[in-house]
């Protein structure tokens, strides 16, 4: 076994935890696997002239600067450069462009939600959500989550899934809140380290 190999676990349980760390791994990342089955969506209605805007070539750096903002207190936060964000994003040829809106308070970006589909076109995903700090705790998300989940039903979608960081308990109430559920754990393993051996 090498130090520092990551072993990755799609369904992480307390018997394949206690079986690992028996032989020294170390549980480095757990994300709940959360599933809408989009039969229940909340009706959001806000008080906020917020108007919301589908993906475009030219929203590009509209939607990277709300993302930064939003995301950059984040553990982990890449600080990927605008390109390298863009094309992580987009570039799938499952990604909805029409699905990804960018919300806005007079012409002011304050949040934004970004949407991918599963290859058979069954189920679609919620790939980030953000609002920017300013904006925070006035249901600018719940409305943005709400208004993909509705439009992906119109699309034909079955369910819409999300993976959230089990280091972000206050995201994940909001999607408990708005009905998502938690249907698995997914992470990652790191092999013990040989110093001392
Ligand atoms: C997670 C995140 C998107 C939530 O955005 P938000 O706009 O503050 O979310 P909402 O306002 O819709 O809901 C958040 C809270 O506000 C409450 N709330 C909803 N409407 C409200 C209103 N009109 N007035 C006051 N509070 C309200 C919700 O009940 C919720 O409360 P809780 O946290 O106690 O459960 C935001 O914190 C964020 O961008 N975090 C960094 C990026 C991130 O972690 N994204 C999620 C993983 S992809």
Not at 79 to 106: C, H, K, Q
Not at 144 to 167: P, S
Request: net charge negative.
């Amino acid at each position: 076994m090498k130090d520092g190999t990551v072993i990755k676990c799609e369904n992480i349980t307390e018997e394949i935890i206690q079986k690992y760390q028996q032989e020294g791994y170390r549980l480095v990342f757990q994300e709940n696997v959360m599933e809408h089955d989009l039969t229940a969506i909340p009706r959001m209605e806000t008080s906020l002239p917020l108007a919301l805007r589908s993906w475009s070539k030219s929203s590009d750096a509209d939607f990277y600067k709300v993302y930064k903002a939003s995301f950059k207190d984040r553990p982990g936060f890449p600080g990927w450069s605008m390109r390298e964000w863009t094309a992580w994003l987009s570039s799938s040829p499952t990604f909805l462009p029409e699905r990804t809106y960018i919300a806005e308070v007079d012409n002011e970006a304050v949040g934004f939600i970004a949407a991918d589909s599963d290859s058979e076109d069954t189920r679609g995903y919620i790939i980030q959500v953000g609002v920017i700090p300013e904006w925070r705790h006035k249901g600018i998300a719940a409305l943005l989550i709400c208004r993909c989940l509705e439009a992906l039903h119109q699309d034909g979608k079955k369910a819409v899934v999300l993976h959230v960081n089990q280091n972000n308990p206050g995201a994940i109430r909001l999607f408990e809140q708005l009905g998502f559920k938690t249907v698995r754990v997914r992470g990652a393993f790191e092999a013990p380290s040989s110093q001392g051996m």
